[in-house]
């Protein structure tokens, strides 16, 4: 069954800081690939996403992800973090030819210190 | 912009007691999913439905039922409440994904405790 791991619960970082979130996921087809946020008391909202092509993915609030197949990762990534990045981030995956199901990863919860 | 609606962000609810959650999208997607989202454990899928009147089970289907009468509204029902459902609830939708790369709209979700 495909799976996804994010390595890492809590992230910490100061602000202007490098950030990154690492995901693999676990199958011999490349799936379709997410990165969604979520701040507090809120749903889940859309990062970026990989689906084929290029496979350095820009996402919005300057973030981007790169689809490393030889690794089978998603890493996301954001090269100055700003205090507004404080949330919990989610890797998801959906197989290709998959009904529309999506499975997440456990998340990541960063933090940004001033 | 989809918008995916939860009609409650707080529920406190007694064991025992049924408990209806509703979800209600606006851009007449096929499929529509609830997800339960625990602390560590991430989102893990309780049921979906790709069309009106049909629904499947997903990781954890135990303890809920689901209901689909109308496309856009997709109902949650925990038959009779126990204090391991206390968790946040969410709901999403997204375009027919057979094959394709739609993403999963959000609900900003119900956080539900039950005591």
């Known amino acids: 069954a495909q799976s996804v791991t994010q390595l890492g619960s809590h992230v910490s970082v100061s602000e202007g800081a490098l950030v990154l979130l690492r995901c693999n996921y676990s199958?011999?087809?490349?799936?379709?690939l997410f990165w969604y946020v979520q701040y507090p008391n809120q749903g889940l909202q859309l990062l970026l996403k990989?689906?084929?092509?290029?496979?350095l993915v820009k996402g919005i609030n300057g973030f981007e992800a790169e689809f490393k197949k030889s690794e089978t990762s998603f890493h996301l990534t954001k090269p100055s973090a700003h205090m507004s990045d404080a949330a919990e981030y989610f890797c998801?995956?959906?197989?290709?030819?998959?009904?529309?199901?999506?499975?997440f990863g456990k998340g990541t919860k960063l933090s940004v210190k001033p | 912009d989809v918008k995916v609606t939860q009609s409650s962000r707080y529920l406190v609810k007694r064991t025992g007691e049924k408990v209806f959650l509703e979800c209600v999208q606006d851009?007449?997607?096929?499929?529509m999913f609830w997800y339960r989202q625990d602390p560590g454990l991430g989102l893990r899928l309780i049921y979906f439905?790709?069309?009106?009147?049909?629904?499947e089970k997903g990781d954890i289907p135990e303890g809920y039922s689901v209901s689909r009468e109308k496309k856009e509204r997709f109902s949650l029902i925990l038959e009779s409440a126990s204090t391991n459902q206390t968790s946040m609830y969410l709901c999403?939708?997204?375009?027919?994904?057979?094959?394709?790369?739609?993403?999963?709209?959000f609900g900003n979700g119900t956080r539900l405790t039950v005591t």
């Open positions: 851009m007449d997607h096929e499929n």
């Open positions: 990989y689906t084929t092509g290029a496979t």
């Open positions: 439905s790709y069309d009106v009147k049909m629904k």
């Open positions: 199958s011999s087809v490349p799936p379709y």
């Open positions: 999403a939708s997204s375009p027919n994904g057979l094959g394709k790369n739609s993403p999963l709209h």
């Open positions: 998801a995956v959906r197989s290709r030819g998959s009904q529309g199901n999506l499975i």
